[in-house]
């Protein structure tokens, strides 16, 4: 034991420090323009479809890229990649800052999408190569604290910069942060990549990459366009059609990019149900209540952010403290993931049912973040742990892109549920603005806040029978991985 510390990099904390920086740059931007939309539309001229392709093609092409991003990461070095998504995500963010049309905005945010699909998986690939099993969860759960905090900021941070400084201002503020960022994992972070290996899985990278794209614009494509729209019935089946050329591929080359292999292990098959379930409550949840925040309670979108922010601050106080990483080392993976899945799906329940004052919602938002403090960094390790270390970039690669799909399915499965019933309570309603917009007293306007008040504690309801089912399913794979294979750890 005494030498195993020996041989532990004296710089792993401040490397650490330097990767959770750019993690927390990468998942910003997926969240910072929610309050922007009106801003962007009016000084660039931009129709709904132009800032609907402006706020997603950033998650678009990062979610199409992150499994081919993994991979290259073993390959060609995990600190490569480092440095190389911190430079494009720097550059497009410059360019993303200039832009002067619509058209150059879409561009640059996908050049940060890019950027950010490498750093999504580089960081996490080092985070495994830097730390030993001992300091692991410490370090998981720092990056996943960043992480939370990172998708709950973007909000509240959009909001105080377009308060001081032009719109571009949005973009540029990345730009120092990521010389710094390439300065410093220059001097910290060591190389690391895995030993070996064939050439490169070309088509392999390009069937994940269009076919996981084709399934990520259907599915947030579904709720502006409806679902029976040619944006969901084209690109849905041609990207499943392309995922599974890409499973049957991956299965007959001699050196695949994923193995089919790590989805018969039921620990890898457990973390992986985990990851999806804790992504889709959380993001749909979220989105459903910063709406109730504003269209119910009237709060303007900095406030309805701001509002929002217990979640994540919670998370981060109980990761930074070291509370869960003791905990998940007293529990063992498993039964962390249960309780903290549980916990979570009950702060869902108690926001659902919040009403008056802010405490009750506080309340939900407190045993939302204290059950992701917990579940997220087992969840993590899980999915890396069930993954040999040479392949460190292939395990982040599936852990973000399977985080990035069940955001999106979140966003959607959610929303739609809280559609179908505002539908069936309020038949004329085609919306919530739009019935807002309609109703000629208030006695009408008091019926459609009613209506969509009951149909979001619908979908926030479902959200938490999909996580609380999701976590003991993961948590009952995994246990019995455990008893089946002492070597994982404790069950």
């Known amino acids: 034991m005494e030498s195993a510390r020996e041989d532990r990099l004296p710089g792993r904390w401040p490397a650490l420090a330097v990767i959770c920086l750019a993690q927390l740059v990468v998942v910003l931007d997926n969240t910072v323009l929610n309050v922007a939309v009106p801003t962007l539309g009016r000084e660039l001229g931009a ?5 609907q392709w402006i706020v997603n093609a950033y998650s678009l092409v990062q979610a199409g890229l992150v499994l081919a991003a993994g991979a290259a990461a073993d390959r060609y070095g995990r600190r490569r990649l480092l440095l190389t998504g911190l430079a494009l995500f720097g550059l497009g963010s410059l360019a993303a800052g200039l832009s002067t049309t619509t058209g150059q905005l879409i561009a640059a945010r996908a050049g940060m999408g890019v950027g950010g699909a490498l750093l999504m998986t580089s960081t996490l690939a080092v985070v495994m190569q830097l730390f030993d099993a001992e300091e692991r969860t410490r370090a998981i759960a720092a990056w996943s604290a960043v ?64 076919g996981t794209t084709a399934v990520v614009y259907a599915v947030v494509s579904g709720p502006e366009h409806g679902w029976a ?3 969901v019935l084209l690109p849905a089946p041609a990207g499943l059609l392309l995922l599974a050329a890409f499973a049957h591929w991956e299965r007959r080359t001699a050196h695949p990019m994923l193995d089919p292999a790590f989805f018969r292990d039921r620990r890898f098959t457990g973390a992986v149900t985990g990851v999806v379930l804790i992504t889709f409550g959380s993001a749909g949840v979220l989105f459903l209540l910063t709406q ?49 899945m549980t916990v979570l799906a009950a702060g869902f329940c108690t926001a659902a049912f919040a009403a008056g004052g802010y405490g009750p919602l506080l309340a939900g938002l407190v045993l ?11 969840v993590v390790e899980a999915v890396v742990g069930a993954i040999p270390p040479d392949r460190a970039g292939a395990g982040a690669g599936i852990d973000g892109a399977m985080a990035e799909a069940g955001s999106s399915l979140g966003v959607a499965a959610l929303g739609a549920v809280m559609n179908a019933r505002l539908t069936a309570v309020l038949p004329a309603a085609a919306s919530v603005p739009a019935a807002l917009a309609a109703a000629r007293t208030e006695a009408d306007r008091a ?45």
């Open 368 to 378: 939302m973040g204290a059950g992701c403090a917990v579940a997220n960094p087992a």
């Open 447 to 491: 019926a459609v806040l009613d209506a969509f008040t009951e149909a979001s504690r619908t979908a926030q309801l479902v959200g938490a029978a999909a996580v609380l089912a999701g976590g003991l399913v993961a948590a009952l794979l995994l246990a019995h991985a455990a008893r089946t294979s002492p070597g994982h750890g404790p069950a």
């Open 47 to 51: 129709d709904t479809a132009g800032i």
């Open 292 to 340: 109730q925040l504003q269209f119910v309670r009237g709060y303007p979108p900095l406030e309805a952010g701001l509002r929002t922010a217990p979640f994540a601050l919670t998370v981060v106080a109980l990761n930074f403290t070291g509370l869960t990483a003791r905990l998940i080392a007293r529990l063992g993976t498993p039964r962390s993931i249960a309780l903290g």
């Open 229 to 231: 729209s040619a944006h």
């Open 147 to 210: 992480s939370a905090l990172g998708f709950a900021a973007g909000p509240p941070v959009g909001g105080l910069l377009l308060a001081h400084f032009a719109w571009g201002a949005l973009f540029l503020v990345n730009v120092p942060v990521v010389l710094l960022g390439l300065a410093a994992a220059r001097l910290l972070v060591p190389e690391s990549r895995a030993p070996g290996g064939g050439p490169p899985d070309l088509p392999g990278a390009l069937l994940s990459t269009a």
